[in-house]
Nanobody, 121 residues
Framework: QVQLVESGGGLVQTGGSLRLSCAASGLTFSNYVMGWFRQAPGKEREFVATMYRSGSTTYADSVKGRFTAFRDNAKSTGYLTMNSLTPEDTAVYYC???????????????WGQGTQVTVSS
């Protein structure tokens, strides 16, 4: 079955950087649209970035210019590099995948378990 496993979260100070990974299995990775979402305490899950099959990307305005999403089809892995982190970026980060399309509201068909990112002030 399809599995998405995130890793790379942790505790970082304001202004710091982290790189998240999303390792996929049970699917032909290159055929799937991948995305990153996050959910902060007490808030709804929100869109962060999309990585299209072509490699092109889109971002939420809140992370544009600070976060970079990319995919390595040979490794069946997606990545999210996060720079200039602030406490407002504290959340559980999830990756999602879909064979067709990925909605900014609902994400894709498959989800990982999430990885915690905490940014201290």
């Amino acid at each position: 079955q399809v599995q998405l496993v995130e890793s790379g979260g942790g505790l970082v100070q304001t202004g710091g950087s982290l790189r998240l990974s999303c390792a996929a299995s049970g699917l032909t990775f290159s055929n799937y649209v991948m995305g990153w979402f996050r959910q902060a305490p007490g808030k709804e899950r929100e869109f962060v970035a999309t990585m299209y099959r072509s490699g092109s990307t889109t971002y939420a305005d809140s992370v544009k210019g600070r976060f970079t999403a990319f995919r390595d089809n040979a490794k069946s892995t997606g990545y999210l590099t996060m720079n200039s982190l602030t406490p407002e970026d504290t959340a559980v980060y999830y990756c999602t995948a879909d064979p067709n399309t990925l909605s900014r509201n609902q994400g894709g068909r498959y989800w990982g378990q999430g990885t915690q990112v905490t940014v201290s002030s």
